[in-house]
């Protein structure tokens, strides 16, 4: 048994719904909803907060689909990714071995064969994409400033890109935790790192898209 879970709420401070705010002429949360209805996942758990989220989706056919209403705590501001996730845990059953995959609805851009791809992997697995910025910590670069290496040579940064955590219930029980060790990375194009979580991130998708003509789940083969 494999379930994908995508938790979305009403509330956000940056954008008002975000979750169902027009892409590509979808609400946000259809495109991961449509890549998880046709991978391998067997079950789709929609944990959602407000109808008005449900109702943007009744004309689409996701036959996979199980909707479950959250609690309003675990849809508060304050409350992790993981609330939400132990919280449907502990109250609905399931096998500890069942493949829980995290998809989250703030990134476009995952597709069919990133989920089946990281069903194949046997360890937990974050979905990441490179960055070739210069990045500080604790007041000190990640790179040597004595050897400044040109851009297109460094190495760059691996950043988890939000699209995907496959982890087991077991695990998620025992640890509280979206993926636990050992785990693996799964890589994804450098222009998934584009989360939705701003205004501007959302201008920058919509033109991302007008540009190719394109929707997020054909924007891989039209780079």
């Known amino acids: 048994m494999t379930i994908g879970f995508v938790p979305i709420r009403a509330g956000s401070k940056s954008i008002e719904f975000k979750n169902i705010v027009a892409l590509a002429g979808k609400p946000l949360v259809y495109w991961c909803l449509s890549a998880v209805q046709e991978s391998y996942i067997d079950k789709i758990i929609l944990y959602y907060d407000d109808v008005q989220l449900i109702d943007s989706l009744y004309q689409y056919d996701f036959p996979k689909i199980e909707k479950i209403r959250r609690s309003p705590e675990s849809a508060m501001d304050e409350a992790s990714t993981e609330f939400a996730m132990l919280e449907y845990l502990e109250n609905y059953q399931h096998p500890l071995e069942t493949i829980f995959m995290l998809i989250q609805a703030t990134n476009p851009w995952i ?3 990133d989920i089946d791809n990281c069903l194949e992997i046997e360890k937990d697995v974050v979905s990441v994409a490179k960055t070739n910025h210069f990045y500080w910590e604790h007041g000190k670069p990640s790179y040597d400033p004595l050897k400044r290496p040109r851009r297109q040579f460094y190495a760059g ?3 988890e890109n ?10 998620v029980l025992e640890s509280g935790c979206r993926f636990t060790e050992p785990y693996q990375l799964y890589m994804m194009p450098d222009y998934t790192k584009l989360e939705i979580d701003t205004m501007a991130d959302l201008v920058q998708a919509r033109a991302l898209c007008r540009h190719y003509n394109c929707n997020p789940q054909e924007l891989r083969d039209a780079l």
């Not at 939000?162 to 695990?171: D, F, I, N, Q």
């Open 157 to 159: 940064l691996m950043l």
């Open 111 to 113: 597709t069919k064969n």
């Open 162 to 171: 939000g699209a995907l955590y496959k982890s087991t219930v077991g695990h």
